[in-house]
């Protein structure tokens, strides 16, 4: 008699395929004696059809509670999960939407007046945080470049969430007006860092430089420098508004019991943010000039929204002082371009920006992104910040007609 087809056999006698259909027993104990030669009755099929479907509910029931978020249960939802986040916008955006949510800790990895990450690699109390944590909340675009495999290798199994993902306008930043130590060339094994569209340098796994770089950050003279995402999206209130949305939706999917409260506080946070957008791009429209020369490459997405031009940074490498020829060629630029003001940042020294305001004849003032900030900041911190900038802005650029 033709034995029947019946499609791959992963053990000998081809019985794990009667467990996943259930049917085609008959043809397949005649196959199972004619393979071993054995008097296997009907009924011992049948007991060992069940202990495989014994092993294999056990199998997954094992497999949901090694998952990632296993501290997620469908009545308690998140309580007793540990987050942390990345960077203290995120930090900021993720205690906004977690607002009320019961027996949840937000904590904040890296010390919260550091600021931009740039270059930054995890430090052994890093990694303690992050194997002791359930879930990791990203900026996202490259900012962190311990995203990936360093952050894995810390914790399999911590559940990443992306809040930049899914932004559509992103700046691509080209040439030398990149941050250096970035690199899209990256091989596959990010799997908890959700995939950005195009060039968006999602899950770095570089720990400190890559190959390619020299020992200070710097490309190679050979290298073309490839468009990279700016990843200051946070500094920006409308595309904080839309971290935050990206935010509230992961942790939606996540714990579906606080929907209703992460819909609710992201909503209202996203609300205010947009407000403040608003109020942004309506004083920017009064002001005497909106060409400016900024720190480092922070604020490109604030000026984009609310009308801004940027006509140079201080520093292209985020903490590479620029040297005396780079400097005086900005302080050319100034006076070429017409721009107003130099602003520097609370994170990095002022120094070197108040030598180029000077030598240029323009005022310097401080423009905080909101990169870094007390450690207890409340909730409403960021919109604070933005508007003191606004202030700073107005008395720094003038009002149109003055
Ligand atoms: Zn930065």
């Known amino acids: 008699m033709p034995i029947p087809s019946i499609g791959a056999q992963d053990d000998l006698c081809g019985c794990a395929w009667t467990l996943k259909t259930g049917s085609a027993a008959k043809d ?65 955006f993720a205690r906004n939407v977690l607002s009320g949510v019961e027996g949840v800790e937000v904590q904040l990895m890296l010390p919260s007046d550091m600021g931009c990450p740039h270059d930054y690699v995890l ?34 199994a911590i559940e990443v969430i992306d809040s930049s993902q899914g932004l559509e306008d992103v700046i691509l930043m080209s040439g030398h007006d990149h941050h250096h130590g970035h690199d899209s060339d990256h091989g596959p094994g990010h799997s908890h860092s959700q995939a950005h569209e195009g060039e968006s340098g999602h899950g770095h796994a570089a720990e400190g430089h890559r190959g390619e770089l020299d020992h200070s950050g710097h490309r190679a003279p050979h290298e073309e420098a490839k468009p990279m995402p700016n990843p200051h999206v946070f500094a920006s209130p409308r595309m904080a508004a839309r971290m935050v949305e990206s935010i509230a939706a992961a942790l939606i999917r996540l714990d579906p019991v606080h929907a209703d409260i992460y819909r609710k506080n992201a909503d209202a946070y996203k609300g205010a943010l947009m407000k403040l957008s608003e109020e942004l791009k309506v004083a920017a429209e009064g002001f005497k000039s909106r060409r400016i020369v900024t720190h ?78 007390p450690g207890d900041a409340p909730l409403d911190y960021y919109q604070t910040v933005m508007r003191n900038n606004l202030e700073t802005m107005r008395r720094t650029l003038g009002r149109a007609g003055n």
Do not use: W
């Open 123 to 156: 430090t052994p109390a890093d990694m303690e945080k992050i194997r002791g944590s359930d879930i990791f909340i990203a900026n996202g675009l490259g900012l962190e470049e311990f995203l990936g495999d360093p952050l894995l290798r810390a914790n399999p």
């Open 28 to 92: 397949l104990r005649i196959r199972c004696q004619m393979d071993i030669g054995s008097e296997s009755k009907p009924s011992t099929l049948r007991e060992l059809a069940a202990m495989r479907k014994l092993f294999g509910i056990l199998s997954f029931m094992l497999l949901f509670l090694m998952s990632p978020v296993y501290s997620l249960s469908r009545d308690t939802g998140i309580a007793g999960s540990k987050i942390l986040a990345g960077t203290f916008p995120v930090y900021l």
């Open 296 to 373: 480092h490459a922070v604020f490109d997405y604030l000026a984009r929204d609310v009308g801004l031009e940027i006509v140079a940074v201080v520093q292209e490498d985020p903490g590479q002082e620029p040297s005396a020829a780079e400097m005086l060629r900005l302080v050319r630029l100034i006076k070429e371009t017409g721009a107003a003001a130099v602003f520097t940042e609370p994170q990095y020294p002022s120094r070197v920006g108040e030598t180029i305001a000077r030598e240029a004849g323009v005022p310097v003032a401080v423009l905080d992104p909101v990169a870094s900030g």
